[in-house]
């Protein structure tokens, strides 16, 4: 069954030693606390979002960004903070511990770190977000071995995965890349489209309630459940891993209820803003049938594909 690639992650050129010192800290702290599925959803009250995701152990995080000044994307609500920029707090810092471990951010890392970045902010135009992205994409490629990667439909698996999503679309920007280091978010939608590859779109993310109507509170009905499944092996046998976000806000019972269906349904990537709970119920009741690709025990970049691998279909690497 083919597996998805996705996620958008970002790059810097160069970082204090004083964060080199704290990732390897936290990477310390951390050697069993790897949960692949377990996604954060971080909102603008977190001014530091990254070390209590990764001290958690979670897979993957969703950090919501505005372009400003000085080509920077900036983090929190409100008008540009100095130092607040998702190249100082959450790219550097994962790069950082993903070198100081030869490319894993856990010894036990088994699939991609999942950065979806979501581009936001009051202005709509698209000329200016897409300028924004450009950025992004100059930022990564400062640390292209560690990334997740797509270089002529041949997708190969890095530390990080980085996904883009929110007010700008970057399907076309993304698909005219001859070698690319971000990903393109997708829906059920895209399901069989040649407009949106695997190779471009390795995941499809969709709020619970576009679809469902349940919400923990009481047993899931046979209807929803037989969805739900349906979903998810539809997305699988097309090359795509599943994420799913926006969940019912009720008590933690009925949320615990929501994501054991979502673990039982095969979900790769669980997102929700109750980070501890979410990690506390992923460590009892982890994700049935959740992928385990192969990660290089250290990130070596290939700047063409590997011998005899296709170069029409995509490579069975999960990003």
Known sequence: MLQDMATLAGGLA??????????????????????????????????DPLPGVLKLGLGGMTVRVYPGPRGELFLGPGAPQPGRTLRRLVLAPLFARATAAEGRLWPNQQAPFRLVVEFGGPSRD?????????????????????LSRSRDGVLTAGAVTVTVTGAVDVRELLAAQHERYAFADGTFDDLGSRAAPPDLVPMVSEWWTRRFGWDGRDPITAEERHQLHALVRAAHDDGRTVRFSGLPDGSRKARAAVWSELGAAGVDVIADADLTGLARHLRRHPVSGTPRPHLPTRAVRRSVPRPNAPRTVVHHEQV
């Open 126 to 146: 698209p000329q200016a977000l897409l300028r924004a992205y450009r950025m992004l994409d100059r930022q990564l490629r400062d640390h292209a071995d560690l």
């Open 14 to 47: 160069g970082l204090a030693g004083a964060g080199g010192a704290v990732s390897v800290a936290v990477f310390r702290r951390s050697r069993r606390s790897w949960l692949t599925s377990g996604h954060a959803l971080t909102g603008p009250a977190l001014a």
